[in-house]
């Protein structure tokens, strides 16, 4: 790194500099308008302030979903993926029209996704996609829908292969030198990746895109959905690692340290490659048609899938408190007092980590089977993953904004007491928020609805009452909206920022024990992808046999509830009773 020092990322790649912007600008797009949905979904749901019809709920719903949990976070880490390659390896892509490619490919996907969800409330847009996130058959999207998903994995697919092309140039000219830590974060991260999305891509090709577009009758709901898990329980690893990169090769130096361990980091993201796909079932407890004895094992592979996260407490935080204790730090827990707590990005990444021990509490009930019983499909899943991806994850990235934007434009950051204030609110109103949304799930409170409130029913909370609950969340999601526009307001004053004396050097933290520490078959991609293929057959070939031999490849004769939802009870029947004579 010494070769780097004092260089700006934008100094050494301008080329890749210009894509990673453009990367990070659109997943600030996506976080712009998804979270201000975010607002008008928790106003409308808790009653505060409505000025949405319900039946639009949905198509709010699903932009919140698809815009915040698949574009912002993938445009994000797309960019830190690049830029940790090219960091790493010191030196840049192999092509950058490639770069370029992927990069317009996920933008047009993102395009067509949008359009076809907005068609849900803009009648002159003759398309449909009110199918959240998840896009559960028999609920059916606008064939458009399901093209711009394709074309945007692809293109995270080339993304990956841009990774890939650039190590392997590396290679050729360093044979002998172990995979730098920040590429082997990257690459193995892309190889769980092409695993999971096939299954995904699978469901789409082969199944609901034929089936949206009339090509097929009919498909079987279970399948795709099972398909849709195969693939969804492994996208929240997509999301994490990026997050978990940052815990590891920044905070450590954040903190005025080293990275405690190389080794024990590598395996973390080995066994994230093993285990992150064959655990899919973990979402599906609650779904007839699949035995309980294969949902028993999906529990077991969960389980065992919270090591890497449990190592990564330890390795992370022993790394801070090295720091701390190199900056000065005493005491038992007194040498918290010695971390950076007055720099943004310090802060942000260690408040995230912080609600993610709170987050992996609650992913440790959900696994469990037959305590999901209670929680499934309520609120408490939402708070759940509002502390995981929409923190441990979110706020990571926005910490990290505050150092890369200025990596990547050459513009000092406009105001750090700012992003200091707005990492700050953000914890705040998450803490709001999703403590609220795990109590009130308790009770059993339903998510993914407008209208929570049963006619003639009251919710019947343990502590406190269903009013102060939603209080809770709506003060909650107003802070979050609040701590987003500092964000933005930031970002865009930082892009307009003439200063640039004091620009970091564009570097990561050091190890304590470095890679040589560790066996040379920890590099060996081949080997952990072979097994991970096998746990993936050995997990999901039974249940899926099963599944296609009681409900058929393409289904019992269900047909699609399509267009916008109906809410008029009596459209409702009549709808139900068209495809379901
Ligand atoms: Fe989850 C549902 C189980 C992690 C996201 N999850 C969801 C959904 C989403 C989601 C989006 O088993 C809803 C999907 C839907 O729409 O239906 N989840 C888990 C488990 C984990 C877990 C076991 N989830 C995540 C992550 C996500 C995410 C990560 C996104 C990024 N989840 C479930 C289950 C369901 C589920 C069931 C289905 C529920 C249902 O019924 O529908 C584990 O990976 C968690 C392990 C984490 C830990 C914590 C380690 C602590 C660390 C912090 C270190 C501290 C630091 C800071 C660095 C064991 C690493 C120190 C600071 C100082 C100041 C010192
Ligand atoms: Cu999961």
Not at 259 to 279: E, I, K, N, Y
Request: proline share 5%; charged share 10%; net charge negative.
């Amino acid at each position: 790194m010494s070769s780097t020092a004092s260089r700006t990322y934008l100094d050494q790649f301008p080329a890749e500099a210009k894509v990673i912007k453009a990367a990070f600008w659109s997943s600030f797009m996506a976080l712009a308008i998804g979270g201000l949905l975010g607002l008008v979904q928790a106003l409308h749901r808790t009653d505060v302030l409505r000025f949405i019809d319900s039946a639009d709920y949905y198509t709010v719903l699903t932009a919140h979903g698809i815009l915040l949990a698949i574009t912002f976070t993938i445009f994000f880490l797309v960019g830190i993926f690049t830029w940790a390659v090219t960091t790493s390896l010191d030196r840049g892509v192999v092509d950058i029209r490639f770069t370029w490619a992927w990069y317009i490919m996920m933008v047009v996907g993102t395009i067509l996704v949008g359009v076809s969800i907005l068609g849900g409330v803009v009648d002159a847009i003759p398309m449909y996609a009110d199918v959240l996130f998840t896009f559960y058959a028999p609920l059916q999207a606008h064939p458009a829908f399901y093209v711009g998903l394709v074309l945007f994995v692809v293109g995270s697919w080339l993304a990956g292969a841009d990774w890939f092309r650039t190590w392997w140039a590396w290679r050729k000219e360093n044979p002998d030198e172990r995979i730098p830590l920040p590429t082997f974060m990257a690459l193995t991260t892309t190889l769980f990746w092409y695993l999971c999305t096939l299954g995904v891509a699978l469901s789409i090709l082969v199944f609901l895109l034929p089936w949206s577009l009339g090509i097929v009758d009919s498909v079987n709901p279970l399948l795709t959905r099972t398909l849709f898990w195969y693939f969804g329980h492994a996208v929240v690893y997509f999301w994490l690692m990026p997050a978990y990169m940052m815990w590891y090769i920044m905070l450590p130096k954040l903190s005025g340290g080293k990275l405690f361990s190389d080794p024990l980091a590598r395996v973390v993201f080995v066994l994230f490659l093993l285990l992150s796909t064959p655990v899919g079932i973990h979402h599906q407890y609650l779904d007839p048609g699949i035995a309980e004895g294969y949902k028993f094992i999906a529990m077991t592979n969960t389980m065992f899938l919270l090591l890497p996260s449990l190592l990564t407490a330890f390795t992370v935080v022993a790394s801070m408190e090295h720091g701390a204790r190199q900056r000065g730090g005493t005491g038992y827990l007194g040498w918290l007092k010695a971390l950076p707590w007055r720099d943004p990005v310090f802060t942000g990444m260690a408040l995230a980590g912080l609600m993610f021990a709170a987050a992996g509490f609650s992913g440790m009930i959900n696994a469990g089977m037959n305590i999901n019983y209670l929680v499934h499909n309520s609120w408490w899943v939402v708070g759940h993953f509002h502390l995981t991806v929409g923190t441990a994850v979110a706020l990571t990235f926005m910490a990290a904004a505050y150092w890369f934007i200025p990596q990547v434009t050459g513009k000092e950051l406009w105001s750090r007491q700012l992003a200091l204030g707005q990492v700050l609110v953000w914890f705040v109103g998450m803490t709001f928020m999703s403590n609220a949304m795990h109590r009130a799930g308790l009770f059993g409170m339903p998510r993914r609805t407008a209208e929570p409130q049963y006619q003639g029913f009251n919710f019947d909370p343990a502590v406190g009452t269903v009013g102060e609950i939603n209080a809770q969340v709506a003060l909650g999601a107003v802070l979050l909206t609040v701590a987003l526009a500092m964000f933005l307001l930031n970002m865009v004053l930082t892009s307009f920022n003439d200063d640039s004396d004091s620009l970091p050097a564009n570097t990561y933290a050091g190890t304590l024990s470095g890679p040589e520490d560790s066996p040379a078959v920890l590099d060996n991609l081949k080997l952990w992808t072979a097994i991970a293929v096998v746990l993936v057959i050995v997990g999901y070939t039974l249940p899926l046999a099963s599944i296609v031999e009681s409900g058929g490849l393409f289904g019992p004769d269900i047909g699609g509830f399509q267009l916008a939802i109906e809410t008029d009870p009596a459209l409702v029947l009549e709808s139900v009773r068209e495809v379901m004579p």
